[in-house]
């Protein structure tokens, strides 16, 4: 009986959603990936934390406000692209993991690298920035997206933290920690 639920129905014409009442009718949507304009990078490839904190300074400069921004990576950890996830206050910024994944998930990413500067100037993460990053991490495990890093820029393009190089993104059985 199912089958003739969809069988019959007769094909309706695509109506355009700014007519008056289209109730009864569903939207049909399109996702793009829109490239918005490109920065110069000394390396097609990072192989360090101090490579991404160099691209975060290039990137975000002496911005006043705090920014989250992921940066894609392919299988070969070569660079695909750079986006800002969100732009806070001097002393916060809103992330929230499916937004950070929504633009890897539509760039085929295999991998991100998530960096944020703190305009304080003091690189050393917060409460806040640990629990990011392990439910950053967790969620990237769920979707098959490796989080290889998280970096912190502080004053100068020297002063940053790297939760990879503390060893704070993976234990030994592949679970996030503090």
Same mark, same amino acid.
């Given at each position: 009986?199912?089958?003739?639920?969809?069988?019959?129905?007769?094909?309706h014409p695509p109506v355009r959603i700014d007519e008056p009442?289209?109730?009864? =009718?569903?939207?049909? =949507?399109?996702?793009?990936?829109?490239?918005?304009?490109?920065?110069?990078?000394? $390396?097609?490839?990072?192989?360090?934390?101090?490579?991404?904190?160099?691209?975060?300074?290039?990137?975000? %400069?002496?911005?006043?406000?705090?920014?989250?921004?992921?940066?894609?990576?392919?299988?070969?950890?070569r660079l695909i692209g750079i986006h800002t996830v969100s732009?806070?206050?001097?002393?916060?910024?809103?992330?929230?993991? $499916?937004?950070?994944?929504?633009?890897?998930?539509?760039?085929?990413?295999?991998?991100?690298?998530?960096?944020?500067?703190?305009?304080?100037?003091?690189?050393?993460?917060?409460?806040?920035?640990?629990?990011?990053?392990?439910?950053?991490?967790?969620? %990237?495990?769920?979707?098959g997206i490796e989080v290889l890093d998280h970096v912190i820029? %502080?004053?100068?393009?020297?002063? =940053? =933290?790297?939760?990879? /190089?503390?060893?704070?993104?993976?234990? /030994?059985? %592949?679970?996030?920690?503090?």
């Amino acid at each position: 009986m199912q089958q003739e639920l969809f069988a019959l129905s007769p094909p309706h014409p695509p109506v355009r959603i700014d007519e008056p009442d289209p109730s009864g =009718y569903l939207p049909i =949507y399109r996702v793009q990936l829109i490239r918005d304009t490109a920065i110069p990078t000394p $390396r097609p490839q990072f192989r360090q934390s101090h490579d991404v904190a160099d691209l975060l300074w290039q990137f975000l %400069g002496e911005v006043d406000r705090e920014h989250f921004v992921v940066i894609l990576v392919d299988r070969k950890n070569r660079l695909i692209g750079i986006h800002t996830v969100s732009v806070g206050s001097l002393t916060a910024s809103v992330v929230h993991p $499916r937004e950070v994944f929504k633009v890897a998930i539509l760039s085929n990413a295999a991998a991100i690298l998530c960096g944020h500067n703190h305009p304080s100037g003091d690189p050393q993460p917060s409460r806040e920035d640990c629990s990011l990053t392990r439910r950053l991490v967790q969620a %990237g495990q769920i979707l098959g997206i490796e989080v290889l890093d998280h970096v912190i820029i %502080g004053d100068g393009a020297a002063d =940053y =933290y790297s939760f990879a /190089d503390q060893s704070m993104l993976h234990t /030994d059985k %592949g679970e996030s920690h503090d």
